[in-house]
Nanobody, 128 residues
Framework: EVQLVESGGGLVHTGGSLRLSCAVSGLSFDDYATGWFRQAPGKERERISCISSTDGNTYYADSVKGRFTISSDNAKNTVYLQMYNLKPEDTAVYFC?????????????????????WGQGTQVTVSS
């Protein structure tokens, strides 16, 4: 059974930082892309970042570029999202998701969109 478990959400003030973690287990393949998504009340889900386990290529949405950093520890099967300079508009439920990708592919992770496995989400609230 594939499981993704997010942790690290919470309440911070504007300008604060948080680090989200996504522990991945149960995947039968070594090659997958992990994405971070968020959904605020009344808004559509937004993919904000992703990382490929094959070559570590990353992607950031414009809304978080320069403030968020995605990284992975393949030995721990954990992907992190370090968030700096948080703003009230970052308030949302943050989800991680994984999708199997071709072995050793160098395709940008942003090209993979059919995420099949999702975590339960973690709430991030940024107060003004």
């Amino acid at each position: 059974e594939v499981q993704l478990v997010e942790s690290g959400g919470g309440l911070v003030h504007t300008g604060g930082s948080l680090r989200l973690s996504c522990a991945v287990s149960g995947l039968s393949f070594d090659d997958y892309a992990t994405g971070w998504f968020r959904q605020a009340p009344g808004k559509e889900r937004e993919r904000i970042s992703c990382i490929s386990s094959t070559d570590g290529n990353t992607y950031y949405a414009d809304s978080v570029k320069g403030r968020f950093t995605i990284s992975s520890d393949n030995a721990k099967n954990t992907v992190y999202l370090q968030m700096y300079n948080l703003k009230p508009e970052d308030t949302a439920v943050y989800f991680c998701a994984a999708v199997i990708i071709p072995t050793s592919t160098t395709w940008p992770c942003k090209n993979f969109e059919d995420y099949e496995n999702w975590g339960q989400g973690t709430q991030v609230t940024v107060s003004s």
